[in-house]
Antibody, heavy 121, light 108 residues
Framework: QVQLVESGGGLVNPGGSLRLSCAAS????????MSWVRQAPGKGLEWVSY????????YYADSVRGRFTISRDNTKNSLYLQMSSLRGADTAVYYC??????????????WGQGTLVTVSS | DIQMTQSPSSLSASVGDRVTITCRAS??????LAWYQQKPGKVPKLLIY???TLQSGVPSRFSGSGSGTDFTLTISSLQPEDLATYYC??????????FGQGTKVEVK
């Protein structure tokens, strides 16, 4: 079945860095756009970044642009989020989510189980 | 940037009630809108995409409508298991994807 499994979350000091990974299975990963979505404790959903199927198109939310980098390795069926200059406001559960085949199919299904990133000293 | 505004922020209704949640975009988004359900402590689940297309496996009591700037999610007969927070989300617009702030639905 289609599955997304995130890893790499944890406790990091303000200003630090962390790399999240998302392992995909059960579908042809290289055909799909992918996104990262986060949810701060007790808050709503916030889209973070997306990457096209080939990796040629990438977009970021204003809140993370210049600090986060999304990437993918289609040979390893994996999605990544490199996070740097982390702030307390980045504390959240980070979800990996599959989109569709094109920019016009930008709904998220399925989602991974999420990985918690806590930025604190 | 497009802003998505949901109303109400929360509601309480009885089993069997018809429930309507509204999502308004700050500019026209055609039908590029999805709805999600997030139960407490769980991962969000896609309910509807393209404004009105029901995702496979989602109960038919859920429906979506609208285009342009105004959209609606309707639960025709509220069930106890519908206790959740519901989010709208637009795609293919700047910012590339954006969520509404959520509507918490409580069942009396």
């Amino acid at each position: 079945q289609v599955q997304l499994v995130e890893s790499g979350g944890g406790l990091v000091n303000p200003g630090g860095s962390l790399r999240l990974s998302c392992a995909a299975s059960g579908f042809t990963f290289s055909d799909y756009y992918m996104s990262w979505v986060r949810q701060a404790p007790g808050k709503g959903l916030e889209w973070v970044s997306y990457i096209s199927s080939s990796g040629s198109n990438i977009y970021y939310a204003d809140s993370v642009r210049g600090r986060f980098t999304i990437s993918r390795d289609n040979t390893k069926n994996s999605l990544y989020l490199q996070m740097s200059s982390l702030r307390g406001a980045d504390t959240a559960v980070y979800y990996c989510a599959r989109e569709g085949y094109s920019d016009y199919e930008g709904w998220f299904d399925p989602w991974g189980q999420g990985t918690l990133v806590t930025v604190s000293s | 940037d497009i802003q998505m505004t949901q109303s109400p922020s929360s509601l309480s209704a009885s089993v069997g009630d018809r429930v309507t949640i509204t999502c308004r975009a700050s500019q026209g988004i055609n039908s590029f809108l999805a709805w999600y359900q997030q139960k407490p402590g769980k991962v969000p689940k896609l309910l509807i995409y393209a404004a009105s297309t029901l995702q496979s496996g989602v109960p038919s009591r859920f429906s979506g409508s609208g285009s342009g700037t105004d959209f609606t999610l309707t639960i025709s007969s509220l069930q106890p298991e519908d206790l959740a927070t519901y989010y709208c989300q637009t795609y293919n617009s700047a910012p590339r994807r954006a969520f509404g702030q959520g509507t918490k639905v409580e069942v009396k």
